[in-house]
């Protein structure tokens, strides 16, 4: 699953950790939150045989399914999953079904999401088919079986799809919903006869019922998880393609195809290459990415098996509004997805307790391919902001291992966070620095191989990477999968001698709210090297400490090429050689240093002023990148002065001094031949200077924006969306009006869903309560209003956060029910409010099950963190700005 990553992870970098879009629930506290999801062992299932027919106007749909079981012990009773159904008919037949052995009762446990199924007598040890006919819901945000509305030029349209990890298979079929209960599926269903059905496995007959009604039965999948089952419906169109034996298709809203070519491209090229990588061919027959309309608060795509679910907007290229960055996103999301086809999909964790196998791996495949098939975009150093953003997570209290024990269904919602993904991706990362590429990749190979079709834990792999490596990582993996933390590496001495440099490290922990913590420990891969040499010099870092001799004397840098999991600190007199030499850095070393030094300066390690030492000493011409982030950094610091106009027009000034310059050598319009990061650049400087209220950049924005009625030239499509939203975040209540009837005309759901978007980005409270007022009402369309809600939140969190508990009841239905634990608190996550603390607390302890409070109490940390930060760090800043702001 892709998880939504807020669109300023640059505030990842920056120390602020963006508003993690995904998050727990918040469902009144029932015990269905604290019920284990586990099931009996007594039984298992082999194959499942269901068929659906959906009433998509009336929002249900009628099943059958015969399960194909195995009792393995004598019982008098079975338990399956299952969630919002009725059974009119239950009987437990023979193998062959054919005779018909029980007719058991039934009892629902709606708390437990369980299903018992009771007889009169103990069932002997055999094999039997459980067979059922059971009615179920079509929901309205993305759970189960679920209708998506949306417009067209031709009208309202609605399309089926569905949306079953973690846990939401059971709303679909009766089953054991948990990733260890692998079975293969036949599924049919009874559909309109003009409208495309898609699942896993390509249709294997259609039968044409004459009523307006098509029989459509799918091939048989092989052997899966249930959450990898999938199933939709609509007026779509397909586009195919083909790599070997496999089909490679798009589907999308009927007329849309053109705008999925790129996906279907990206796709071609990423099989051949998962292919080779993976050693194990793709075994499915096709592949397919389908595009829905809509979004959801917790993900933003899901790897089905052979039916990669996407929401439009991680997929589809519009060439009237897509940018650069779509286009990478789209790429990234694919290639994110189709590794899970392998990892997830072919191989899946045994429990919820290793997720980060699935997540922390795609993720960190997906950079490893971006960076391989597109170098021309130089992505090696967005692992950094992926580093940043998963150590400002796992650095305050409430972190926790990657590896980590879930119990109920809660639970495993929340385990989708930036510590299973991002410290996931990270340390694998350092993993496979540690033992080369070459061995990595041989160690994944033979994992895959051993398990396929199986279930896996951690240790399945450390033991295949430690075969192949002939090195053991294993202790490494436990230390860094099995604790939390981040490592801190003080740089103790660096003396030169005879021609090298005898470094001395040691290690402690990097806290952000803990200063007196006791250091856990690590065994940490350290590379070091000195700038100018082309010799790199590694040391494993045991019992806390390190030497290290590297070859050449000068300017040292720790965790060189930045493929470490762990915080590194300098004396003052080494920081103050690399701030000279700073110019001479290879770009990854910047941007890890520069995220070290922020990070380590609002913890109180060093001068938080240092990292402006930095900003002064970056030149004009640097990586786009770092200049993309320095950006993000100064929007950060921007919020911290809050309420507090005087100082922040100082830092505001000296910020738009120093992106002015950058800004004004790429200009408004792309010039021919630039570099794709230098198109990212032009909107991120666009968005950074709008925040900081550069006056030229809103007025040209806002010229722009009025002079596209005349002149066509004024808004070209890569400058679109940030046009406009500079002109919405400076609106006045004639422009948001303006703004309002344009999305109200809009026919095009990717285009109509930005905009309100934009219309919740105001900074004027008044606009922002009008955008609230909006989002629920039945205007923005269903999936829509979470989203506004979130992005009023974004500059007014206490607003947004009042709101959205005064109207709980309203806005749990406009939240998929996987999420609202999260995402209530997760409105308050950026306040610099103390009163807010009360209220996050308040608000856990009453709609919130105590086993599932941890995005709470994320939320919570971070406000405790930011006000500490603004009360005890910026007067570093003002100190400098004031010294040195106008050098
Ligand atoms: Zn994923």
Known sequence: MRRILVSAIVLALAGLSAVPVVHADTRPATSAMQATTQLPRNARPAHYDVTITPDAANLKFDGHVAIAIDVLQPTASITLNAIDMTFPKVRLMSANGKAAMADPKVTVDADAQTATFTFGKPIARGSYKLVMDYTGKIGTQANGLFAIDYDTKAGKRRALYTQFENSDARRFIPSWDEPAYKATFDLTVTVPSAQMAVSNMPVAQRTDLGNGLARVRFATAPKMST????????????????????????????GSSSQAAFALESAKAVLAEYNDYFGTPYPLPKLDNIASPGSSQF??????????????????LDPTISTQADKQGVFNTEAHEMAHQWFGDLVTMDWWDDLWLNEG???????????????????????????????????????????????????????????TYSKGESVIRMLEGYVGADAWR?????????????????????REVDAAAGKPITQIAHEFTL???????????????????????????????????????????????VLGTSKTARTLVT???????????????????????????????????????FAKLAPIDQLGIMDDVWSLGMAGLQPASDYLDLVQATPAAADPQIWGDIAGSFDSLNRYYDGDPARQAALRAFAIARLTPVFERIGWIAKPRESDPVKNLRNELIDSLSALGDPTVIAEARRRYVAQSSDPTAMPPALRKVIIDVVARHADAATWEQLHAAALAEKTPLIKDDLYAYLSSTEDTTLAQRALDLSLTDEPGATNSAAMIANVADLHPELAFDFAVAHMAQVDTKVDSTSRSRYY??????????AMIGKVKAFAEAHIAATSRRSANTTVSNITYRIMVRNERLPAIDAWLKKKGSE
């Open 483 to 529: 604790q939390p933390g981040v490592p801190l590496i003080r740089v103790e001495q660096a003396t030169c001698v005879a021609g090298h440099t005898a470094l001395k490290l040691s290690q402690g922990e990097f806290t952000k709210d803990r200063p007196d913590k006791k250091p856990l420990s690590w065994h940490v891969p350290v590379i070091a090297q």
């Open 825 to 834: 608190p997760a409105l308050a996550y950026n306040s610099l409010n103390p």
């Open 227 to 254: 959450y990898l089952l999938f199933f939709a419906l609509g007026d779509f169109d397909r586009a195919t393609t083909r790599l070997g034996a496999t089909e490679i298709g798009v589907v999308t809203q009927k």
């Open 361 to 419: 791996f795609a993720s960190w495949m997906q950079g490893r391919t971006t960076e391989k098939l597109h170098p021309e975009w130089n992505s090696a150093l967005s692992a950094i902001r992926v580093r940043a953003s998963a150590m400002s997570r796992d650095a305050v209290v409430t972190t926790h291992p990657v590896v980590q024990h879930v119990e109920t269904v809660e639970q495993a919602s929340q385990a989708f966070d930036s510590i």
């Open 442 to 462: 041989a160690g994944v190979r033979r994992y895959i191989k051993a398990h396929a079709h199986g279930n896996t834990v951690s240790d399945d792999l450390w």
């Open 299 to 316: 993900f933003g795509a899901m790897e089905n098996w052979g039916a990669i679910y996407t929401f439009e907007y991680a997929m589809l």
């Open 543 to 581: 019992d806390g400490k390190a030497t290290l001799d590297v070859p050449g004397c000068g300017t040292v840098v720790v965790n060189a090429g930045q493929s470490g999991y762990y915080r590194t600190l300098y004396s003052p007199q080494q920081f103050a050689a690399l701030t000279s030499d």
